[in-house]
């Protein structure tokens, strides 16, 4: 289910011109949790689940994924049929305690959202701490608006990020016996 026109990769480009320019960057929010599992354990885990480690090409009927790059600078397109949105995205992967996401939100060949997202893994054998930070930057008038009037929705919902952590310490225990 490519789009007609321009290959993925133009939307790709498009995304990091854009994401160069640092202005408008809005900081949404920073978090920090607790795990018992070390920082490598926790850093490997997440990567592990992280949906270019899935098969080419899945649906579900409401959202089609396709993996476009498992290499040094992963990526994924998920195109949900409903709205008409597709969400490309970049996950770096090249500092050892950190994974970074990039992602683009397109609305036809208009950019709307861009986002990052990054999981710093810090401590020891005896635990770690997960800081999670979080900023947006809204593209075009419509989501600019939505920013203005809605701050908070573009971030992940907390109780997503509780049941990640959970199943990373679960993991670690189950791995620990």
Known sequence: MTRPGRPPEAFLSEARRVAADERGWRFL????????????????????????????????????????????????RVSYSRTGLDR???????????????DSVWKGDRLEILGREEYRFMGNANGSILELTVSRKPVSLVSRLGFALFPKMSGQPVKKEIEMVRAIDSDFRGIRG
Not at 32 to 53: E, K, N
Not at 88 to 102: F, G, K, N, R
Request: glycine residues 6%; aromatic residues 12%; proline residues 8%.
């Open 88 to 102: 490309y995205t970049e996950w770096d992967l090249s500092v050892a305690d950190t994974v970074i996401t990039t």
């Open 29 to 76: 929010y920073r978090r920090g949790y607790s795990l018992d599992a070390p920082p490598v354990f926790a850093h490997d885990w997440l990567i592990r689940h992280l949906p270019f480690q899935l098969a080419d090409r899945s649906e579900d009927g409401i959202r089609t994924t396709l993996v476009l790059s498992r290499g040094p600078g992963p990526s994924v």
